[in-house]
């Protein structure tokens, strides 16, 4: 918006006009008129000399040269830009405090990751050197783990093995009774089984472990690294319940055939509304794929119980993934902090550079220069436009102001 004037910017533009341009002398009563505008001034000398082109170039530099003047001489105007000076100085030290105080935070975040990055460093030394010693708390883990999914793997046996021959292979007698919890939990499903044949048998037998081969991809789902896994876990997950699902409704329709047969009116047939309904279906569902779930749970413990024996290798992975991401935070910040340092230093030599014109003897308001010349132009080229000037002169007189306010802002 404004600038300083140097003792040597410029110092050949404060020359009088004529003697840059000794061919072309002013006219007389060519000084601009109080109250009167640039516009018009600019209308007014361009009509005085009918539009010449080599004129435009001597008054410009005039115009420029009586307008510094001016403001050289006004007190007003000194003071009204040092006063913006002043304000322009201070926004800028708020933005260095500012910026200050954003790096001694960033300082502070860096001192407490690299804290952290020592403690992981130290734990992580740690498990290294404790690598290939009995984990006792791993031992715990996998005797507890252990006995729980021995107990849980002979009910999933009793259940599945119950269902199976309650859904499929159970045929009741006209004056049969079967509940929910013989139909989940029957101790004759064997011996009937074996009755009805080998097929039969070694069906009962083998269906609970179509359930523990589900249990056992679950933990091998839950291994896997990148996003994938659970999306394949939940289609595990929902084929596992649709399973149940099926076994349930098989069971409540055994049960309810029973009954129906039983009562001297005939009864509709059983239907997927009807099992939603009844409490018998979801007892099964639950009964079946809760326990399921924790099975998969308890063995996957077990697994990594297990790796964990005699290796830190578990933890080891997990403090090296957490360092990992420490470092990656502490690149982050550095980078934050070289470059608000390079924005303080930007500032800092904005300020410098604002000080410099401050202590200057006098101050150049420049854009109120820049806007005196062209609204002086304008009306210049207006005047020409009136005297019939052709575009190509316009044109010419155009190329002639862009080049003469280039010299003279230097």
């Not at 510094?68 to 830009?81: G, I, N, P």
């Amino acid at each position: 918006m404004w600038d300083l004037d140097g003792s040597s910017q410029n110092e050949t533009q404060t020359k009088s006009p004529l003697s840059q341009n000794t061919s072309i002398p002013f006219i007389a009563d060519d000084n601009k008129q109080e109250n009167e505008t640039y516009h018009t001034y600019g209308l007014r000398i361009c009509g005085r000399v009918t539009g010449s082109i080599p004129a435009l170039t001597p008054y410009l530099r005039k115009i420029y040269n009586n307008e510094k003047q001016q403001q050289y001489q006004d007190k007003a105007t000194q003071e009204r830009l040092r006063h913006q000076l002043q304000q322009e100085i201070n926004e800028v030290e708020c933005d260095i405090s500012r910026k200050e105080t954003q790096k001694s935070g960033l300082n502070v975040r860096l001192d407490d990751i690299e804290d952290k990055i020592a403690d992981t460093q130290k734990d992580l030394n740690q498990a290294k050197a404790q690598d290939g010693e009995v984990n006792k708390m791993a031992r715990v883990k996998l005797v507890i783990g252990s006995l729980i999914l021995a107990l849980l793997t002979i009910y999933l046996f009793i259940f599945y093995s119950s269902t199976f021959y309650s859904a499929f292979l159970y045929q009741p007698d006209p004056d049969s009774h079967l509940s929910v919890g013989n139909a989940m939990l029957n101790a004759r499903a064997y011996s009937e089984a074996a009755q009805m044949g080998f097929g039969s048998l070694v069906f009962i037998i083998t269906a609970p472990i179509i359930f523990l081969g589900l249990g056992y991809s679950l933990h091998y789902f839950m291994i896997q690294k990148g996003n994938i896994k659970w999306f394949k876990i939940c289609a595990l997950l929902f084929v596992t319940l649709t399973f149940d699902c099926i076994l349930a409704y098989k069971i409540g329709e055994v049960i309810y055939n029973i009954w129906a047969s039983q009562q001297w009116e005939s009864q509709p047939p059983f239907t997927m509304g009807m099992a939603i309904r009844d409490i018998n279906f979801w007892s099964v569902i639950f009964c079946g794929f809760i326990v399921y779930l924790i099975w998969g749970i308890v063995f996957d413990m077990i697994m990594t119980a297990y790796e964990d024996l005699r290796s830190n290798k578990h933890q080891i992975n997990q403090l090296n993934l957490q360092l990992d991401g420490y470092k990656v935070q502490k690149n982050q910040i550095k980078q934050d902090i070289v470059s608000i340092d390079g924005e303080i230093n930007s500032l800092l030599s904005q300020k410098n550079g604002l000080n410099h014109r401050l202590n200057n003897s006098v101050l150049v308001d420049y854009t109120r220069i820049r806007n005196a010349l062209s609204d002086f132009f304008a009306g210049w080229v207006n005047m020409m436009s009136g005297l019939g000037h052709s575009t190509q002169a316009q044109d010419e007189a155009r190329r002639i102001y862009e080049n003469t306010i280039t010299q003279l802002f230097v």
